[in-house]
């Protein structure tokens, strides 16, 4: 449309068709032609279009309160992380809900340094974990990167499925591994279970934290809840999106035990990552 070319920021090259409304797997255009919806809205749409049971949750929650910040309790958040919980990997206890995948990715990263410290995170060759600039970071393909160089410092990227490339980049300076259970953008390599399982045991072994990104796999797509799972894989850190919302913009990310999440914990972090030689405690500088 004239509008939408002049005014929208040109990012996406357009298709020349209009869609005007959708049903389960079926778009229809302004002519009221009818397609097989293969995009499924780049992967949020797997309940399908018009789906009755989310159309009725998001009106009746509109018009009940559509905004509360995480400052509040409220009960409707209170249930959804109590089902949340349940669909997880085992040893996930705890949730911070953001946008996006993307968003979920953002978060990872940051709870992974705050956590642990560190400031290097190994990701893999053809991984993608999105466009925002600490998840483009961690993703590979040069053609999404190279437009925004300098990008966050204290990324690699080491070899996927390769477990003796992923034992000689973990070091002591490692916050992360953040990998994909199966790589989509990549060209859809599925991580095998010894490749999981071994991440699992080096982060574990080498103080990292495993953020396995289960932002396309999640929510069924594998025929598991999470692609990890297939595996008996719990990561630290579970980036999700996509599916969460049915195709309303929402993302999470799941936080295991490892991770520490809290102002006094930042605060021992912080003061660990400062080195200061000890010294006798003076009556005069308690505070």
């Given at each position: 449309?004239?509008?939408?070319?002049?005014l929208a920021?040109?990012v996406?090259?357009?298709?020349?068709?209009?869609?005007?409304r959708?049903?389960?797997?079926t778009?229809?255009?302004?002519?009221g032609?009818?397609y097989?919806?293969?995009?499924s809205?780049?992967?949020?749409?797997t309940?399908?279009?018009a789906n009755?049971?989310?159309a009725r949750a998001?009106y009746e929650?509109?018009?009940t309160l559509?905004s509360?910040?995480?400052?509040?309790?409220?009960?409707?958040r209170a249930?959804?992380l109590?089902?949340?919980?349940t669909?997880?990997?085992?040893g996930?206890?705890?949730?911070f809900?953001?946008?996006?995948?993307?968003?979920?990715?953002?978060?990872a990263l940051?709870?992974?340094?705050?956590s642990?410290?560190r400031?290097?995170?190994?990701?893999?060759?053809?991984?993608?974990?999105g466009?925002?600039m600490?998840?483009?970071s961690?993703t590979?393909e040069?053609k999404y990167?190279?437009p925004?160089q300098?990008?966050?410092?204290?990324f690699?990227?080491?070899?996927?499925?390769?477990?003796?490339a992923?034992?000689?980049?973990?070091?002591?300076?490692?916050?992360?591994?953040?990998v994909?259970?199966?790589q989509g953008?990549?060209?859809?390599?599925p991580?095998s279970?010894?490749?999981?399982?071994g991440?699992r045991?080096l982060?574990?072994?080498?103080?990292a934290?495993?953020?396995?990104d289960?932002?396309q796999t999640g929510?069924a797509?594998?025929g598991?809840w999470?692609a990890?799972?297939?595996?008996g894989?719990?990561?630290?850190l579970m980036?999700?999106?996509k599916?969460?919302?049915?195709g309303?913009?929402?993302g999470a990310?799941?936080?295991?035990?490892?991770?520490?999440?809290?102002?006094?914990?930042?605060?021992?972090v912080?003061l660990?990552?400062t080195?200061?030689?000890?010294r006798?405690?003076s009556?005069?500088?308690?505070?």
């Open positions: 449309m004239d509008s939408e070319s002049r920021s040109g996406y090259a357009k298709r020349d068709i209009v869609i005007a959708g049903k389960d797997a778009l229809w255009d302004k002519q032609r009818a097989i919806d293969c995009v809205g780049q992967g949020v749409s309940l399908g279009h009755e049971a989310v998001i929650q509109a018009q559509i509360c910040p995480e400052i509040f309790y409220n009960d409707v249930d959804f109590e089902l949340l919980s669909v997880v990997p085992a996930l206890n705890r949730f809900l953001c946008n996006s995948g993307a968003e979920a990715n953002e978060t940051k709870f992974a340094r705050l642990t410290g400031p290097n995170v190994v990701s893999t060759v053809r991984g993608f974990h466009r925002t600490g998840a483009l961690a590979f040069p990167r190279e925004f300098p990008l966050l410092s204290g690699s990227h080491v070899a996927f499925n390769n477990l003796e992923l034992t000689n980049a973990v070091n002591d300076q490692t916050a992360a591994v953040i994909e259970a199966v953008e990549g060209g859809v390599h991580a279970d010894d490749y999981l399982r991440a045991a982060c574990r072994e080498r103080g934290l495993l953020i396995i289960e932002v929510f797509r594998t598991a999470f990890c799972m297939r595996s894989v719990t990561p630290d980036p999700m999106g599916a969460i919302g049915g309303v913009p929402m990310v799941g936080i295991g035990d490892a991770v520490r999440t809290s102002p006094r914990a930042r605060m021992v912080l660990a990552a080195r200061w030689p000890a006798p405690a009556p005069h500088s308690r505070r």
